[in-house]
């Protein structure tokens, strides 16, 4: 008698045929590799925000709406009225969701490079993920390629990540303008690092019956909250939240976000800090032998080295103290490329020191 494994005799072959999102340990270490606002408060403010936390009943399930914190983003970032809002646990659990409601086998689209959840939640459904590589020497989006892909596929969602992660740059808005004009189904603007770029498409949700957009507060210093949103027609949204699980939004982010919302004047000095100094990286990156930084939009910057030295040079870094992000072990288009966040002036010194040592070796 065969003994079966248990494991793979229950769980879906999609699940099994994956591997896990793997997060790197930043103990001790100057940590640039996850894309995160370097900033925290100050003490008033945080004494402030304690308060607050204070009158949180804990004892009691959260506003399963969260309607407070949805009527505070409306208001902050001005989201349009006929738009409708859905709030989830970050912007993964909003793609999650997305791709719940698909029929089996249904196409997903993406450009590629692009943000791994997209392909990596689709698999895990058994849906039909699709990803149209980009321009190899500038990560512009392929235009005809993807249309065409468009019309050979019929994708029931496309994922547009603008600025896009992991290359930073900012696809031509006339570009996603065609996109969403031919799309047979849903096209999803994530605009995870939109206030970094000063591009939107936040003033058409709800306007344009097959666009959603979505956006997270991680980016912009609370990825601690895991808070992230979707405005788009109520069509769409009002489908989704018959599969959103209740109180996905606990009664501390929610009243956490709230709070730091009345202060958005703090965090838009933070995001200048962060673009000013994303200019003197990407400035001193363009001046170091066997490195190639492409424009970025975000709050990171890709970069290519010499041949066969990414995997060396991320290494080095490492041992000197600084971890960022090596994008080389996927391969394709970000074959010898990391990937450094901005963080505060002497991070970053630290980061740009580290490597000029580690290339003059």
Excluded at 35 to 57: I, R
Excluded at 177 to 200: C, K, N, Q, T
Aim: neutral net charge; charged residues 20%; contains cysteine.
């Amino acid at each position: 008698m065969t003994q079966t494994d248990p494991v793979s005799s229950v769980f879906r072959q999609e699940v099994l045929a994956l591997s896990a999102y793997k997060v790197a340990n930043a103990h001790g270490l100057i940590k640039l590799d996850a894309m995160e606002n370097p900033y925290s408060w100050p003490e008033d403010v945080k004494k402030s925000w304690l308060a607050t936390l204070a009158e949180c009943q804990l004892n009691r399930y959260p506003d399963p709406e969260a309607a407070e914190l949805a009527a505070t983003l409306r208001s902050v970032y001005r989201i349009p009225a006929e738009s409708a809002l859905l709030l989830g646990n970050g912007s993964d659990e909003l793609i999650q969701l997305l791709l719940m409601a698909l029929p089996p086998n249904a196409g997903v689209l993406s450009p590629d490079p692009g943000f791994v959840m997209y392909r990596q939640i689709s698999r895990c459904l058994g849906l039909n993920y699709i990803g149209v590589p980009l321009q190899p020497d500038s990560f512009e989006l392929d235009l005809p390629a993807l249309l065409s892909a468009v019309e050979r596929h019929r994708p029931s969602i496309i994922f547009l990540a603008y600025p896009n992660n992991p290359t930073g740059n900012l696809f031509n808005a006339a570009s996603i303008d065609e996109i969403i004009r031919s799309a047979p189904g849903l096209v999803v603007i994530d605009e995870a690092y939109e206030p970094f770029a000063g591009a939107s498409f936040l003033p058409e949700a709800g306007r344009r019956h097959n666009l959603l957009v979505m956006r997270t507060v991680s980016k912009l210093g609370l990825a601690g909250l895991r808070l992230g949103y979707m405005a788009g027609h109520p069509d769409w949204i009002e489908q989704l939240n018959k599969i959103r699980l209740p109180y996905n939004i606990n009664i501390l982010t929610q009243a956490s976000a709230r709070f730091a919302l009345t202060h958005k004047a703090l965090f838009d000095e933070q995001t200048q800090k962060i673009c000013a100094e994303r200019k003197i990286v990407f400035d001193r990156l363009k001046q170091l032998d066997g490195i190639t930084p492409y424009p970025s939009a975000a709050n990171f910057i890709l970069f290519r080295t010499q041949p066969g030295r990414a995997d060396g040079i991320f290494a080095s870094l490492l041992r000197q103290g600084v971890l960022i992000k090596n994008l080389n072990p996927q391969g394709g288009a970000l074959t010898d490329c990391l990937r450094v966040t901005v963080g505060k002036p002497e991070e970053n010194a630290r980061f740009l020191s580290a490597l000029t040592k580690t290339l003059s070796a």
